[in-house]
């Protein structure tokens, strides 16, 4: 399974962006999806995560209300929709696929990763 993630840039602050991340290789609308972030200097964190149905989504407390995780299983697709976006949301952005899960915000569940796309939020 390949993931790639698309849809970083340059926002300011109260702004929206949309991520993308594609699957190939294989399906993985069995597996449950997932984004990470990792900003500078600091480890890698749970940002969202979603079920292989769709019917269940987690969120870290900090995005919670202003973030979206949905998934296309037709497109084998997830996306996150970032809206009121802030500075300390700035970070590369993860997105993840865990065949045995049905969400989990545990980084070592996610077998299969993605190579990052940057968000970067201004003041």
């Known amino acids: 399974v390949q993931l790639q993630a698309s849809g970083g840039g340059l926002v300011q602050a109260g702004g929206s962006l949309r991520l993308s991340c594609a699957a190939s290789?294989?399906?993985?609308?069995?597996?449950?999806r997932a984004w990470f972030r990792q900003a500078p200097g600091k480890e890698r964190e749970f940002v969202a995560a979603i079920s292989w149905s769709g019917v269940s989504t987690y969120y870290t407390n900090s995005v919670k209300g202003r973030f979206t995780i949905s998934r296309d299983n037709a497109r084998n697709t997830v996306y996150l929709q970032m809206d009121s976006l802030k500075p300390e949301d700035t970070a590369v952005y993860y997105c993840?696929?865990?065949?045995?899960?049905?969400?989990?915000?545990?980084?070592?569940?996610?077998?299969?990763w993605g190579q990052g796309t940057l968000v970067t939020v201004s003041s």
């Open positions: 290789g294989r399906t993985v609308s069995n597996y449950a």
């Open positions: 993840a696929a865990d065949k045995y899960g049905s969400g989990t915000s545990s980084i070592r569940e996610y077998e299969y």
